[in-house]
C-alpha cells in the first residue's frame, strides 16, 4: 500500500516587519518555538507583537508568565508601541500569571493549567514568558524534558502554535528542550566597537527552509523590525539579467561618445575620484538627463541634502527642481548615523519598485562601508544588490571618493568593487602647466569598447563638457608627468662634508 504524504501545515504570520522574510513565509500551524535571549534583547516585546497581529487577524491568544514583570507594568510599556491595540484584552488576548500554580503543584500542575486554559479560551496561539523558571522548578532534567514533550504533543493535537521564552544561552550549550521543539530563535544585543547592535539567528526550524547567519532587527514605536541579511535575501535575483541590447545616455555628448553611445542598459557604473573631483556633478547630470527624457530616477546620498544637491544643480545649469516638482526625480537623503546597511538596501529597493526608477545614482559608497557592522560581508552584500539592480533594469551609477588628492597613490574604500560593475569611470584633479585641471579616463567597459584617452573634465555654468586631449609623455593620472625642469627645480640641494669637518 502506498503511503499518502501528509498536506503541509498552514503559515502563521508573524506580523513582524522582515521576520516571514526570514522564517520564509511565518511559523508553521501548531509548532513550538523557542525564544531565548538575554535580558534586554526584546523577548518580551517579540512575543506581544505576534500575538496582537494573530488576534487582528482573528485569532485567540494565552499570553502566561512565570516570574516576570507584572501584567499591568508589561501592558504600560507596550501601549507606546504601534502595535498595541486595547479592544482584544480580555476578549481574544488574556494575560494569565501562573507562577503560584508552578510553586505550588510544581510542573504537572502549570501543564493541567496551560490545558485547562488552551481549551477555556479556545486559544490558537500560546506564549509562556519565563521558561527558565520552568526549569529551575524541575526536580531533575527527566522532569523537565516530560513536560516539554507533554506540552509540544498538546499543542501539536490542538493546532496551538506555542511560543516559549526563555533566557538565551551560548551555542555551546545545549540544552534538552531545544531538541524537542520545532525551532529555535536566538536574540542577542552585543556591542561592537561603541555600537549597540541587535541580531536574530534562526537555530533551528523545523519542516521548512530558512535564511541562516545573522540578521539585525531595530526596536522603535513600530516594535521589531527585522532586516535579512541582503547577500541571504538576494541570493537568487527576481529575474536573470539579459544581454546588453541598448545604450542610455549620460548626457555629456563627448562622454557619450568615448562610451560608445552612453552606458549600457541596466548596467553598473563606478565613478571614482577624490573630493571635488566632479562626481557628483557627474552623477546629477546622469539623472537629470534621464528626467528630461521622462524616465524616473532616483538619488541617493548620504552627506549632501536635497536643498544643496538641487541649488549646485542649478549652478551649472541643471534644473533639478523641475524634475523633483514633476515626480521624475526623486532625491532621499541619508545621514551617516547608526545605519543599517540592510536598511539601507530595503529603502533603496522599495523606493525602485514604487516609482519604476530606471536611472540610480548612489552617492557615496563610504556610507554603506560605515553601516556594515561585520565589514567582511560588503563585497557579498554589493554582489547581490548590483544583480538585484540589474533584474530590476536600473542603471546605477556609484561614486565612491579615493582619498589621495594627489599624487601615484588610488585608495579606494571599498576594495574589490569595480570587479562587480561593468563600467569604471576614473576622475582627478592633476597640475598642469600652472592650473589644476579635472581629468577623466574610462578605466574599464565590459562587453564594449571605449576611447581610452584622457580628457579634461570642464565644469562650468553652461554645465559639464570634455576638453581637449591630454597629451604628454608623462603620465598625467598619477601626476607623474611633470617636466624635468620642474622635478629639478623641487629637489634639495645636496649637502657634501668635506674632510676635517668643513663644509
Not at 538641487?310 to 533639478?320: E, S, T
Request: proline residues 5%.
Amino acid at each position: 500500500m502506498t503511503a499518502v504524504a501528509p498536506p503541509l501545515l498552514p503559515r502563521i504570520p508573524s506580523g513582524v516587519i522582515g521576520l516571514d522574510a526570514v522564517l520564509d513565509g511565518g511559523f508553521l500551524q501548531g509548532g513550538t518555538y523557542i525564544v531565548a535571549g538575554m535580558p534586554g534583547t526584546g523577548k518580551t516585546i517579540l512575543g506581544n507583537q505576534i500575538c496582537f497581529h494573530h488576534v487582528s487577524q482573528g485569532g485567540r491568544v494565552v499570553y502566561v508568565t512565570l516570574l516576570a514583570e507584572t501584567h499591568g507594568r508589561m501592558l504600560a510599556h507596550l501601549r507606546g508601541m504601534a502595535f498595541f491595540s486595547e479592544e482584544p484584552l480580555a476578549s481574544a488576548l488574556h494575560y494569565v500569571s501562573a507562577y503560584r500554580v508552578l510553586t505550588q503543584d510544581g510542573l504537572k500542575g502549570l501543564l493541567e493549567l496551560l490545558r485547562q486554559l488552551i481549551r477555556e479560551h479556545r486559544a490558537s496561539m500560546l506564549v509562556l514568558d519565563g521558561l527558565v523558571s520552568a526549569s529551575a522548578s524541575a526536580p531533575n532534567e527527566l522532569a523537565f524534558k516530560e513536560f516539554v514533550h507533554e506540552l509540544n504533543t498538546l499543542v501539536s493535537v490542538i493546532g496551538c502554535t506555542t511560543f516559549l521564552l526563555t533566557n538565551g544561552h551560548s551555542p555551546e550549550d545545549v540544552h534538552p528542550e531545544h531538541t524537542m521543539v520545532d525551532g529555535l530563535i536566538e536574540l542577542t544585543d552585543e556591542l561592537i566597537g561603541v555600537r549597540a547592535v541587535r541580531e536574530l539567528i534562526v537555530r533551528k526550524f523545523r519542516g521548512s527552509s530558512h535564511l541562516r547567519g545573522r540578521h539585525v532587527f531595530q526596536i522603535s514605536q513600530q516594535g521589531i523590525t527585522v532586516y535579512p541579511r541582503s547577500e541571504a535575501m538576494l541570493a537568487d535575483p527576481i529575474a536573470v539579467p539579459g544581454e546588453y541590447t541598448s545604450r542610455v545616455e549620460v548626457g555629456v555628448p563627448e562622454l557619450d561618445v568615448m562610451l560608445r553611445g552612453g552606458l549600457q542598459r541596466s548596467s553598473a557604473t563606478l565613478i571614482m575620484g577624490p573630493s571635488g573631483s566632479g562626481k557628483t556633478l557627474l552623477g546629477l547630470q546622469f539623472l537629470a538627463h534621464g528626467a528630461k527624457n521622462g524616465e524616473p530616477c532616483l538619488y541617493f546620498g548620504f552627506y549632501e541634502s536635497p536643498p544643496r544637491l538641487v541649488g549646485k544643480g542649478q549652478a551649472i545649469g541643471l534644473d533639478l527642481l523641475s524634475a523633483v516638482r514633476d515626480g521624475q526625480l526623486e532625491m532621499l537623503w541619508q545621514p551617516p548615523v547608526e545605519l543599517v546597511l540592510d536598511a539601507l538596501a530595503v529603502k533603496i529597493l522599495a523606493a525602485i519598485k514604487r516609482r519604476g526608477v530606471t536611472r540610480l545614482l548612489i552617492d557615496g559608497l563610504v556610507g554603506f562601508k560605515e553601516s556594515t557592522v561585520h565589514t567582511e560581508r560588503i563585497n557579498r552584500f554589493f554582489a547581490a544588490f548590483t544583480n538585484e539592480l540589474r533584474a530590476l533594469d536600473v542603471t546605477t551609477v556609484f561614486t565612491e571618493e579615493t582619498r589621495v588628492l594627489f599624487g601615484p597613490e588610488v585608495e579606494t574604500p571599498v576594495k574589490g568593487l569595480s570587479a562587480l560593475v561593468e563600467n569604471h569611470i576614473f576622475l582627478r584633479q592633476v597640475e598642469w602647466k600652472g592650473e589644476l585641471r579635472r581629468v577623466l579616463a574610462i578605466l574599464k567597459t565590459r562587453e564594449s569598447g571605449h576611447d581610452p584617452s584622457l580628457r579634461e573634465l570642464v565644469i562650468d555654468d553652461q554645465g559639464l563638457h570634455l576638453g581637449g586631449r591630454f597629451d604628454s609623455t608623462g603620465a598625467v593620472l598619477t601626476d607623474s608627468g611633470l617636466s624635468s625642469t620642474r622635478r629639478r627645480s623641487q629637489r634639495k640641494p645636496a649637502v657634501r662634508k668635506r674632510r676635517g669637518g668643513r663644509k
